[in-house]
Every structure is written in structure tokens, then in C-alpha cells.
């Protein structure tokens, strides 16, 4: 294989690292903005927050943005499965585990949007402007929906934290292709995604599930910044080098 062969596939490998790692920076900095122009309150005090909900004028929007965003981080986490094969030259089992897993956990998280950013907010709406006479029927409608959010939520956190996880290992297993030590923050964003499902699904949304999820977004920020760097560096070095060639 010639000089210039390697190199080619060297630089193709890196542009893929680099635009695997655009995309999930893109993705969880345009999710993490978007969720500040959610409708706050105490989350799990159904009847205040319900009325919230019913009465908020950009749900639908916010919850349509943050589809998109998720949709972006996840093409990126399917990119950087392609990037880990193209830099090791060798097939990356658990890379391609966490991307499969990472499209199903696109696939819940569009049927969580469809329950919360829908149904939640068709079914509060009923119970706000209903006769006092159906209102205990309405409200019952609409806590039966936000439960069902509390699965599909967990559920869509359990699949997006193993993905998380099956990532840490394959980049712990790519040797001097990707720092090791990136895959200690990306475990720890898969892990704390898998703390944020089961305290989701057994006590709803809390202060704790909350807690959670910023952790989830400090961890995933730093890895994906950090790849990122990597990507750029490594451009660099190819660049430099072929221009003392």
C-alpha cells in the first residue's frame, strides 16, 4: 500500500471522527437549549403542573426541537461507529452494538415526544377548560398519560445509556486510534442515563431524575467536546505532514 493510499484513508477517517463529533455536539448543545423553553414546575404535583402544561403556548414546538436534537446526537453516534472502524481498520463490535441501540433509542424517544409533547398536552387541556362535572374523569386521562410518559421516558433512557456504554467500550478497546481515557466520561454519560430510566420509571420525574439528567449532559459535554479536539488535532498532524512531504 503507497504513501499516499494511507494518507488518504487516514484523512477520511479523521474527517468521519470530525464530523461524528460536530454532529453530537450539535446535537446535545441544540437539546440542552431547547429544554431551558420547557415548561417548568414541580413535575411530579400533577394538578399545578398539569395546568401549566395545558396553558403553555410553545409545548409543541419545544417538543418538536427536541426530537430534532436527539435525531442529530443520534446520527452522530451511528457516524462515530463508522469513524472507530475507519481509524482501528477493523470491525468495532461493541461501536456497532451502540449504534444500533442508539437508533432504537431515536425510535422511543419519537414515540416519548409523541406521548408528551401530543397527548400530554391534549389530554391537560381537556381537564383545564372541562366541566366541573368531568373534571375528576379528565384528570384521570391525563395522569394515565403522564404515566405512560414515565415508561416510554425510562425505557428511551435504558436504550440510549447501554448505547452510551457499548461506545465506552469499543473506544477503550480502539488502542492509540482514540485516547482511552475518553471512554471513562462516555461510560459515565451511559451510566447515569441508566440511573435517570429507573428512577423514571419507578418514581417518575423528581428531583433526582433531574439531578441525573444534568449529569447525563456534563459527562456527554465533556467527551464530546474532548472528541472533537481529538478530531481537529489529528487533522492537523495529517495536514502538517503532508506538507513536509
Known sequence: MTTDTISSRRNAADSSLCLSAILLLAGQVLFILVTQLHAGGDANEHRSIFATYAHSSDWKGVHAFQFLAVAITVAGLVALCSALEARTRRPMWAARIGAVLAVVSLALYGVLQAVDGIGNKQVDH??????????????????????????????????????????????????TDVPRT????????????LAEGWVAGAQGFTSTHSILIIASWVFSLAWMTWLLVISRRAGHAVEARDVRR
Do not use: K, N, Q
Not at 377548560?129 to 425505557?155: I, T, V
Not at 475518553?182 to 442515563?193: D, E, K, N, R
Open 182 to 193: 475518553i471512554a471513562t466520561p462516555t461510560g459515565l454519560s451511559g451510566i447515569a442515563c
Open 126 to 175: 381537556a381537564w383545564a377548560s372541562a366541566a366541573d362535572a368531568d373534571r375528576s374523569a379528565r384528570f384521570a386521562s391525563a395522569e394515565a398519560m403522564r404515566w405512560l410518559e414515565w415508561g416510554m421516558s425510562s425505557y428511551h433512557a435504558y436504550a440510549l445509556g447501554l448505547a452510551l456504554v457499548a461506545f465506552a467500550v469499543a473506544m477503550a478497546a480502539a488502542g
